[in-house]
Each structure stands twice: as C-alpha cells, then as structure tokens.
C-alpha cells in the first residue's frame, strides 16, 4: 500500500475530489437510506407478513456484500431467536425447507446467482419469499409473485450507484426491509421508532465524520491514520459486535485493500492474543539501524476493538476485552478501539458499522486507492465470465 496522505486527509475539498465515485457522500447518506427503505417497506407490505403466522424457519440468502444482512439479523435476534434462522451465501437450499418456512434473498442487482437460485428453489417448494432486489430483476419478478414480498432499493442509493453498483455503501437500504419484516414477525425488535433513532445516529456520524473535519477530531479519520501501514485485526467485544467486525473485515479489504483479521470475544480471544507473539507483533527497535540502508521494518499488527456502549456490557465480557486489550499494549501492539454510545442495540451498532465504513473510505483515499473500483475484482470477474 502506497504511504498515507495525512495532508490529503486534513482538505476535504481535496478528499472529495479524489472520489470521484462519491463512496463519502453514498456513505453520509445511510441515515436517509433508512427514511426511505422504511417508506418503501411499507409500500410493499412488510407488515402484512405475519397475516399468515409465525414461519417454521428463516433462511437469509445474501452474498458478498449483502451478507452484513445475515450477520446484522442473526446478532439482533440472539441465540433466544423463537425460530432456527439460517444463513446462506449459496449452495443448494436446505432440504427442509419448505411452504411454512420463510426465504429472505437479498441483491442490489436481483442478479446474484446464489440469492436467486435459492429464491426460485423457495418459490418452487411453496415457501414464501421476501426479495430485496432492483426492480424489473430476475429476484424481484420472484418477490412480486402472491403471498411473497419485493423491496426495491431507495432510490437515491440507485441514483448514487449509477457507476459502481456497489452494496458497500448501500448497506442501510438492503438490510432495513429486512429488518421491518423480521419485526413483523416477532423475530427481532425493530419498530418505526427504533430505524427513526438508527437514522439519527447514522446522520450524527456522518457529521461528525465529515471530510471537512480536521482529522484530529474526526474520529474515522484518526483510525484510518492508526491502520495505515498495519495488519489490521478486528476484534469484538460480544455478540452484537460481531456483525461489525465481520463487516469492518470486509470494508477494509473490499474498500482498502488491506486484509484484516475479525474475531469475536469470548470465543476468539486465545487465537487472537497468541499472535502477538508472532511475525508481525513488535519487536524491540534497533538504535543502530538506519532507516535508509535497512529499509522499512514491515507491517505491524494492529488490534481494532470494537466496544459496545459500556452500561450493556455484562462485567465479565467487559473483563475479557480489557484483559485483550492490555495483553497487546504490554506486546507492543497498537491498540484502537470504536466505542458505541447508548441507545437501542440496533442503533449502537449502527454507529459503530458507519464509523468503520468511514474509515475504511478515508484509509483507501489517503492511501491513493479508488475506494469504489477494484481492477483485480474486475479482471477476476472477466475471467469468471
């Protein structure tokens, strides 16, 4: 990766320009995808869902990009989810599924071939289907059929996306209808009100991340500064973190091509603490070398914790990530940590996903790295047919 731009992170008018895709100004409008996927859910009868009663089972079908979906729905529902609920990115649908289970497929374009494949097998079985999906697609032609369910996207993430059709920064608008259909039917709790204060502290981020904020005080711009030249490892703090850190891995990778590491605590934290210990924790500084002659020293580990809001914390996971915490300062590994502020779980995890997401945008800018396109993805594409 090309040497951080620090200059270039401090003149947002120089930021903006070097985006040409407006990755920034998609991202500072997730509180209005919310509005308006709300309004649209509405329209296409997310509420009716629960007419026919509680399904047996749901199965989310997202991939790539759209698979936040999945992980935002699975960390709000909990482990005391009243129904099994499944995740698949795609494969066969599972061959218990069937007319009284409920199929969620989701794709920015209703072209991804593992959402439609496993939508057109629901539809084949009878179960009923909820499509996220561009109008006038293949997935959406199966959501219009009776008793199923098609959400278009908000029109301003299609307008936005017009070049890059990217789910990246259109996150808000694939997984709100989902939201208010799982709500329907008493699988998570997430009401009007609720997205309402989601949309409000995505709009508070967005102001306070804001490419015209001087870095020092933008907080997506100080961590974007802490993971440059790093091998980022993300960590949680719990469960509801998790769906963060999985998407925080994804954004750095996809968005600035740097591989991260993601992980969750309790259950992560030997795996993660071990390697401090190994190639890519610090080691102790040579005075004697010289910086020209030697070169650079290489990437260091960097542990990115993400925290939920201290009052909804049990003691003991508070416990764990502070232990992990000061296990890596005392390794000499660089430590950052994103903090929620309190609120709803939905809406503190929403603060913390837009954080990142603004980071990961101002690390690939800074670095000299179109946040929006990638060619390697291209070429792959090409080559895939």
């Known amino acids: 990766m090309n040497a951080l731009d620090e200059t270039l992170l401090g003149d947002g008018d120089a930021l ?3 985006d040409p895709s407006g990755v920034l100004r998609s991202l500072a409008g997730a509180g209005a995808q919310v509005r308006e996927a709300v309004e649209l859910s509405a329209g296409a009868g997310t509420g009716r869902l ?6 047996r089972a749901v199965v989310v079908a997202a991939l790539g990009g ?6 935002v729905l699975t960390s709000l529902a909990g482990r005391s989810c009243p129904v099994p609920l499944v995740a698949r990115r795609g494969g066969p649908l599972p061959s218990w599924v069937g007319p009284l289970d409920l199929v969620v497929a989701v794709s920015m374009s209703g072209r991804a071939p593992g959402p439609l494949a496993l939508a057109t097998e629901a539809v084949r079985r009878g179960a009923r289907v909820v499509a996220v999906a561009a109008d006038g697609s293949p997935l959406a032609a199966l959501g219009a059929r009776p008793g199923n369910v098609h959400v278009p996207p908000a029109r301003g993430v299609r307008a936005a996306e017009a070049g890059t059709r990217s789910s990246r920064v259109s996150l ?3 997984l709100t209808p989902v939201l208010l259909a799982a709500h329907a039917l008493d699988l998570v709790r997430t009401p009007a009100p ?3 204060a989601v949309a409000d502290r995505l709009d508070a981020e967005a102001e306070a991340c804001r490419p015209w904020s001087e870095p020092f005080v933008n907080p997506a711009k100080v961590l974007a500064m802490e993971l440059a030249g790093a091998v980022p490892v993300v960590l949680a703090d719990g469960d509801l ?5 999985r998407r925080t891995a994804s954004v750095l990778a ?3 091509r740097v591989p991260a590491v993601a992980g969750a605590l309790p259950d992560d934290a ?3 603490v071990a390697t401090f210990g190994g190639p890519f924790a610090a080691r102790p500084e040579d005075v004697f070398a010289d910086p020209f002659l030697d070169g650079p020293t290489g990437p260091r580990l960097q542990l990115t914790l993400l925290r939920d809001a201290p009052a909804a914390v049990p003691d003991a996971e508070r416990v764990v990530a502070d232990a992990v915490a000061r296990t890596a300062e005392d390794a000499g590994v660089r430590v950052s940590e994103v903090v929620a502020e309190p609120g709803e779980p939905l809406v503190r995890l929403a603060q913390v996903i837009a954080r990142t997401d603004f980071a990961a945008a101002y690390l690939a800018l800074a670095s000299g790295t179109d946040p929006a396109a990638s060619p390697q993805v291209a070429d792959l594409r090409q080559r895939l047919g």
């Open 270 to 272: 030997s795996e993660v």
């Open 50 to 55: 629960a007419e026919d009663g509680r399904p």
């Open 172 to 174: 808000w608008s694939m």
């Open 194 to 196: 609720v997205l309402a």
């Open 254 to 256: 996809r968005t600035a």
């Open 66 to 71: 759209a698979s936040v979906v999945a992980d």
């Open 241 to 245: 973190t998790a769906a963060a850190a």
């Open 16 to 18: 903006t320009a070097a």
